[in-house]
């Protein structure tokens, strides 16, 4: 049994480079989309099915990069966010520097740097902070615990 080789004249390496080089291209690309409603700016959103943008406790797209109105287009970081305050987002002016922020499960949108701990809640790691007013944005899968 063979495996597959090649693809539309292609050696599988090289559309395998392409692949994963489009991959790491999007990850890297802002996405800039309407609020569903008012969003700070920090703040964790995710896509509702009419593709519009919103507050979540439990997925995240991305960060708001900035405060806007419902009805109003927003970009969100994916990558990294710096902010002058992030009381957005957290409730403080500024990050504890080397913190991991999460989720907050019980307020939309929110950050918070302790892990939620409660049966039921979902667990997700949205980034770390590397210096006071910006945030690196790594996004984990969500558990439920």
Aim: charged fraction near 10%.
């Amino acid at each position: 049994m063979a495996i597959l080789s090649i693809y539309n004249g292609e050696p599988a390496p090289s559309v395998m480079s392409k692949l994963n080089s489009t991959i790491a291209e999007a990850n890297t690309l802002s996405f800039v989309a309407q609020a569903d409603t008012a969003l700070q700016a920090g703040q964790a959103v995710y896509v509702k099915a009419n593709a519009k943008l919103a507050p979540s406790t439990h997925e995240v797209f991305g960060l708001a990069k900035t405060t806007v109105s419902s009805g109003i287009a927003v970009e969100v970081a994916r990558q990294s966010l710096t902010l002058a305050s992030w009381v957005g987002a957290t409730g403080l002016a500024s990050l504890s520097v080397g913190s991991i922020y999460y989720l907050n499960p019980s307020q939309p949108g929110k950050l918070i740097s302790l892990p939620p701990s409660t049966s039921g809640q979902r667990f997700i790691r949205v980034g770390r902070a590397v210096s006071s007013t910006t945030l690196i944005i790594d996004i984990s899968q969500p558990i439920t615990l």
